[in-house]
Every structure is written in C-alpha cells, then in structure tokens.
Nanobody, 123 residues
Framework: QMQLVASGGGSVQAEESLRLSCSFS????????VGWFRQVPGKERQGVAV???????SYAESVEGRFTISFDNYENTLYLQMNSLKPEDTAMYYC?????????????????WGQGTQVTVSS
C-alpha cells in the first residue's frame, strides 16, 4: 500500500482558508479515485471529498460549497482547497487513493492510513 503524507495544515481563524496537499509517487499512473478524510479524537474518520477518474467529484454535505478537491496529473498531487473554514472543520486530515468500498463517491474506505496533517480552526 502506498504511504501517503498530507501537508499544508495549520491553525487559522474562522472564515480563513487553507490548502492541503498530498503528493503521490511519480510511478503512480493508474487510479480510480483519490480523496480526503478527516478525524476528530474519539470519533471515526469521516469522508470529506473524493475526485474520481470518471470526472466526478463528491463532497460531504458539511463541506459542500466551501471545499474543492482537485488532482494535478502532471505533478501527481492531490489538493484540497478549504475556504470559509469553521471550528467544526478542526480535525486531522488524511488523503487516500485505495481501499474504496463500493463507489468511492459514497465517501467510504477501509485499510491503512498514512500521515495526516492537523487543521485547527478557532472562532
């Protein structure tokens, strides 16, 4: 399983923005979906957004309209642009490219996780 490392997190105030990045191996040339998840201590991971090779993107209702997922095929880098951040967005964010359960647009996967990046939003 590829070991993915998310980066770009930090501490910001509500209504500010952050852009997370996740670099894939330059040898990663075939994929079905890539996505972002987040987790708060004591709770299970929650799907945030996915970008499919089918050209479709899906978002959790809680981030719809505020977050944008994108993938740069040339740089093999996944991004998550987070605007209008809210305190409830505070979590450890992880990227993923495999382990999808059914359609990845259901925002659910199983398997191991790489290194996440912490996002903290204060009011």
């Amino acid at each position: 399983q590829m070991q993915l490392v998310a980066s770009g997190g930090g501490s910001v105030q509500a209504e500010e923005s952050l852009r997370l990045s996740c670099s894939f191996s330059q040898y990663f040339i075939s994929w079905s979906c890539v996505g972002w998840f987040r987790q708060v201590p004591g709770k299970e991971r929650q799907g945030v957004a996915v970008y499919g090779a089918d050209g479709r993107s899906s978002y959790a209702e809680s981030v719809e309209g505020r977050f944008t997922i994108s993938f740069d095929n040339y740089e093999n880098t996944l991004y998550l642009q987070m605007n209008s951040l809210k305190p409830e967005d505070t979590a450890m964010y992880y990227c993923a490219a495999d382990g999808w359960v059914g359609s990845c647009h259901q925002l659910h996967r199983t398997g191991d996780w790489g290194q996440g990046t912490q996002v903290t939003v204060s009011s």
